[in-house]
């Protein structure tokens, strides 16, 4: 069986020896297979951004006389880097399983068999975690908070990521065969250190089975962090919250199906509004006509706007995917969305507020109207363009 490990490094040339002798001393360690022949074929594959401190070229001068050590030179960025180490270590260094880490010792690498052992048991995706039984972790002030922001708040409250707990960190086991191979990388577009929750996503969509062991996530050895309070960590942040929107979205279409609705909904209000002050506002310089004709004339030709307006952008926006397009069924439905839209935009909220406002009085006929609307118009709306407008084909 072959494994990768896969060390992302930037400026990491303290670290990166040790790194690599205590990964051959693992390996040495491992249980033998069938007929005493090592079980397992254990590689390293460094992903550098070009350090400037030349971890690079320390990593070339151990590959001089190692057989399994392989450098990759990426553009910066933790995303785009690991996005191009997990590539190669599965199209050019057939990998069975990679195990991609950290090179500062923050996750223990002496948990590496522990997780063969795993995989070996038939888990696919095997995290060490700091949110188990029995974990620990370092983190103190600052790092607990954007910990807590980015792992429970965005990537698992918003973004809906519950395969595991510790939806962070790098250090992993991951199974190749049928997942890390389904995975599509070139359609992952994260640069930073959202790429770890997004590829947990990923790895999920394939159906592998995950499992979580504690761990004792302690101080970096060597060398200096690369998470603090800078530019690149705002961006980080706003990458992580449009990330974690994303698959909010890609695991729940109704809702982002439901907020277009919504807006549509919004916008159709704005058009009836000024539909209203522009019409009445012509009729009474063109029509000499009794005040109360103007402004049914105006109301109703405001409404038909806002219904036209609501039926276009909710056929070429909010159910694209059951787009009507044909003019005869556009004509059908148009003319049924105009009823649907008379007895559940008017003459049922008419009734209510008039039934409302009797039981109650005329000085919360405003409260009435919105809770008519949002408490009727707006569901009724909702079902029938799902269940007749705009049903799934
Ligand atoms: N290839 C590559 N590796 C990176 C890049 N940024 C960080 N790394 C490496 O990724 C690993 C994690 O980065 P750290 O700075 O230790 O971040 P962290 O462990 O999440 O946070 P700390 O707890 O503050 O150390 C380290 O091995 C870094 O050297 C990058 O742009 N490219
Ligand atoms: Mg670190």
């Given at each position: 069986m072959k494994v990768v490990n896969m060390l992302s490094t930037y400026n990491e040339k303290e670290n990166i020896t040790p790194m690599v002798e205590t990964l051959e001393r693992i390996a040495k360690d491992l249980p033998a297979g069938r007929q005493g022949n090592p079980k397992y074929d254990f590689v390293t594959l460094v992903v550098d951004s070009h350090s400037p401190d030349g971890t690079g070229d320390i990593v070339r001068q151990l590959a001089k006389t190692r057989k399994n050590l392989f450098l990759l030179e990426t553009p910066r960025g933790l995303g785009v880097s690991l996005i191009a180490g997990y590539g190669h270590a599965v199209k050019e260094l057939k990998a069975d399983v990679v195990i991609p880490n950290d090179c500062d010792f923050q996750w223990d690498p002496e948990l590496i068999p522990e997780m063969l052992k795993k995989i070996d048991d038939d888990y696919d995706v095997v995290v060490p975690s700091r949110h188990t039984k029995g974990a620990k972790d370092a983190f103190t002030g600052f790092r607990k908070l954007t910990h807590f922001v980015s792992n429970d708040l965005l990537n698992g409250y918003w973004a809906g990521i519950h395969e595991v707990k510790d939806k962070a960190g790098n250090f992993k086991a991951i199974r190749v065969k049928n997942i890390l191979d389904k995975v599509d990388l070139s359609k992952i577009n994260v640069r930073g250190f959202v790429i770890q929750s997004t590829i947990i996503y990923e790895l999920s969509k394939t159906g592998a089975k995950f499992i979580e062991i504690p761990a004792v996530f302690g101080n970096r050895r060597a060398g200096e962090s690369k998470v603090g309070f800078s530019w690149q960590f705002v961006k980080d942040i706003i990458e992580t919250f449009k990330n974690s929107t994303r698959i909010r979205f890609e695991r729940s279409p109704?809702?982002?199906?439901?907020?277009?609705?919504?807006?549509?909904?919004?916008?159709?209000?704005?058009?009836?509004?000024?539909?209203?002050?522009?019409?009445?506002?012509?009729?009474?310089?063109?029509?000499?006509?009794?005040?109360?004709?103007?402004?049914?004339?105006?109301?109703?030709?405001?409404?038909?706007?806002?219904?036209?307006?609501?039926?276009?952008?909710?056929?070429?926006?909010?159910?694209?995917?059951?787009?009507?397009?044909?003019?005869?069924?556009?004509?059908?439905?148009?003319?049924?969305?105009?009823?649907?839209?008379?007895?559940?935009?008017?003459?049922?909220?008419?009734?209510?507020?008039?039934?409302?406002?009797?039981?109650?009085?005329?000085?919360?006929?405003?409260?009435?109207?919105?809770?008519?609307?949002?408490?009727?118009?707006?569901?009724?709306?909702?079902?029938?363009?799902?269940?007749?407008?705009?049903?799934?084909?």
């Open positions: 109704k809702l982002l199906k439901f907020i277009k609705f919504g807006i549509v909904g919004g916008f159709g209000f704005i058009v009836n509004f000024f539909g209203l002050m522009i019409f009445s506002r012509f009729f009474k310089t063109v029509f000499p006509w009794p005040i109360g004709m103007i402004n049914f004339w105006a109301n109703a030709l405001a409404s038909e706007l806002a219904i036209v307006s609501n039926f276009t952008w909710n056929n070429l926006w909010t159910f694209a995917k059951e787009k009507i397009t044909s003019p005869k069924q556009i004509a059908a439905k148009f003319i049924a969305f105009n009823l649907s839209s008379i007895l559940g935009g008017i003459l049922v909220p008419s009734l209510m507020v008039g039934g409302g406002t009797q039981l109650f009085g005329d000085q919360y006929r405003q409260i009435i109207l919105v809770v008519v609307i949002f408490g009727f118009t707006v569901p009724y709306n909702w079902f029938v363009y799902n269940k007749f407008i705009w049903k799934k084909k």
